[in-house]
């Protein structure tokens, strides 16, 4: 085997070896629950911290962070609400964002009861305008981690 060709087949091992640290088979259904008594569909050895989300986005993963800062932007379209993960805002690494419609299916403001605490979020991971985001629209996505 020549040279060029080695490298090639390492190359590829490489970057299959890249992928499959955030494959699919990590979508399955396996079940974890957590404090809250709230389902996850990954086990916490699945789960990510938000500086590791940047490699998974376009899949449904479960990333796991302290809320350094919330926001709800009432005035704003949309009336989003902003939970920021390890970071607080302007230098936050990953956000958790709950759309104004979706806010009344929470039983408190969630600016408010997840403010500070250690949480768990499960749903595709999206990059918008350069920041990594879960876009939550069901409680049953978040769960506290105590």
Not at 78 to 100: A, E, H, K, M, S
Request: charged share 20%.
């Amino acid at each position: 085997m020549n040279v060029a060709r080695f490298s090639r087949i390492i190359g590829i091992i490489v970057a299959v070896s890249l992928l499959a640290a955030c494959s699919d088979k990590q979508d399955s259904p396996s079940r974890a629950t957590v404090a809250t008594g709230r389902s996850l569909p990954h086990s916490a050895t699945d789960a990510i911290a938000p500086e590791d989300a940047g490699h998974c986005i376009g899949q449904t993963r479960t990333v796991c962070g302290t809320v350094a800062s919330a926001k709800y932007a009432a005035r704003t379209k949309g009336q989003p609400t902003f939970l920021d993960l390890n970071r607080p805002y302007p230098n936050r690494i990953f956000t958790v964002v709950i759309w104004g419609r979706d806010r009344l299916g929470f039983p408190e403001p969630p600016e408010v009861f997840y403010r500070g605490k250690r949480i768990s979020v499960t749903g595709r991971i999206v990059e918008y305008r350069g920041k990594l985001q879960i876009v939550v629209k069901v409680p049953s996505q978040i769960a506290v981690n105590e």
